[in-house]
């Protein structure tokens, strides 16, 4: 027969003073999750103004960290007139419990309050402000984005209304509606001599690249100047350049200097396509939407083609309609020089992705006549520049993205 062995009672012992006393700390809204056991920590603190008083010897502060969340509890409670708890430490090799007396504190969460008196000071914030701060901190993702665009649409009204009053004093400010005209056909179109004698003085290289911009291609230019036909088919399979410009690679020219210069338009072409097909989002991405790319050329194209403004609290880089309708006209510009005033674009819109509709109002607007190919090359469409050069009523378009 298995004899059952009793369980013996341990022997308890009561200390009534501990050189360090436990804490029993109670604590609320703490979430049970995983990291409360393995990232908990608990910081004590205790009054040692005057040790020789019990009662403020015996103050405890307890500050428990967890899950981002600080959490404090005070005991000013003395050991006379406290209330009392005990903790029991069981020694299993003696079968000996230990009572400690012990101390509790409840902890709550601490928030901290508003040190900044300009804070304090706010205005007070009227209902509609009220309701869209509650509404971005807590609302659901879907009024969230309804006051985001209410905001951007305010924004835009008031920029439109700006513009507008500043085209008005400008009307009244003119002398005559010519002046008017040339007003604005330049805050649009690159400068256009409408007086020249030869069509190489309508516009000048200078006016569309700056003399800093063509010393700095120099080395771009060099490279093109060196390829073959072999590494032109190369980079139209690699989409590395616009088609405009690899149909007129390798070039034919024995000056260097008219080389350069032929090359460093074609090369500007490229670089003015590029930002025009560029998202919004990626205006900003300066270095990697132009790598190898000198930073006088890119400078100078953020600074005539797109504006810094503040959108959702930031610092953004954007392109309005009117902006991207001077660079399609710097890029049509280029191409006159580049084709000697007679140019076939139905390669440009496929490069651009802007419609054909707006490239040949676009071309109009700087003195040009507009032709469709029949025959052999039915369907291509050619801009022709003649003297002398007129200049007809300017027509700007929205939209000008080339629809699939």
């Not at 990291?35 to 008083?53: A, G, M, R, V």
């Not at 019990?54 to 006379?80: F, H, N, Y």
């Not at 009053?165 to 010519?178: C, F, G, I, P, Y």
């Not at 084709?339 to 496929?350: A, P, W």
Request: with cysteine.
């Amino acid at each position: 027969m298995a004899t059952k062995t009793k369980k013996m009672c341990p022997r308890v012992t009561i200390k009534t003073c501990a050189e360090k006393e436990p804490i029993i700390c109670t604590a609320s809204n703490v979430s049970k999750s995983k990291t409360f056991k393995t990232k908990t920590e608990f910081t004590c603190y205790q009054n040692t103004s005057d040790l020789n008083n019990p009662r403020l010897a015996a103050q405890r502060m307890v500050i428990m960290d967890c899950d981002g969340i600080q959490s404090v509890g005070k005991s000013w409670e003395t050991k006379t007139y406290g209330s009392q708890y005990m903790v029991g430490v069981l020694d299993k090799e003696t079968n000996e419990m230990t009572l400690r007396p012990a101390s509790l504190i409840n902890l709550k969460p601490y928030v901290k309050s508003f040190e900044d008196e300009e804070v304090k000071k706010e205005k007070e914030m009227s209902y509609g402000e009220k309701y869209k701060e509650l509404a971005m901190k807590f609302g659901a993702n879907r009024i969230q984005k309804t006051l985001r665009g209410k905001d951007r649409v305010r924004e835009m009204e008031s920029n439109t209304l700006d513009e507008a009053m500043q085209e008005a004093v400008a009307s009244v400010d003119t002398a005559n509606l010519t002046e008017q005209a040339d007003l604005h056909h330049n805050d649009i179109l690159p400068p256009i001599n409408t007086d020249a004698k030869s069509l190489d003085d309508v516009f000048l290289i200078t006016d569309l690249i700056t003399e800093a911009e063509i010393t700095a291609l120099v080395p771009f230019t060099t490279v093109l100047r060196a390829c073959t036909q072999v590494h032109v088919n190369a980079w139209r399979e690699q989409e590395k350049y616009p088609h405009f410009m690899l149909s007129r690679l390798p070039i034919v020219i024995e000056d260097d200097h008219l080389a350069h210069l032929y090359l460093s338009e074609l090369l500007y072409i490229s670089y003015l396509v590029t930002l025009l097909k560029l998202p919004p989002k990626s205006l900003g991405n300066k270095k990697t939407s132009f790598p190898n790319t000198p930073s006088v050329v890119i400078d100078n194209m953020y600074k005539k083609f797109t504006s810094l403004g503040q959108r959702d609290g930031k610092l953004r880089t954007s392109m309005s309609d009117k902006q991207r309708n001077k660079l399609i006209a710097h890029i049509l510009a280029l191409t006159l020089l580049v084709d000697k005033y007679c140019v076939r674009y139905s390669e440009l819109c496929r490069d651009t992705g802007v419609k054909s509709r707006v490239l040949s109002d676009t071309y109009r607007s700087m003195g040009c006549s507009i032709n469709k190919l029949k025959g052999q090359d039915k369907g291509q469409m050619v801009a022709v520049l003649k003297l002398p050069v007129k200049l007809p009523p300017l027509v700007l378009r929205k939209g000008g993205k080339k629809r699939e």
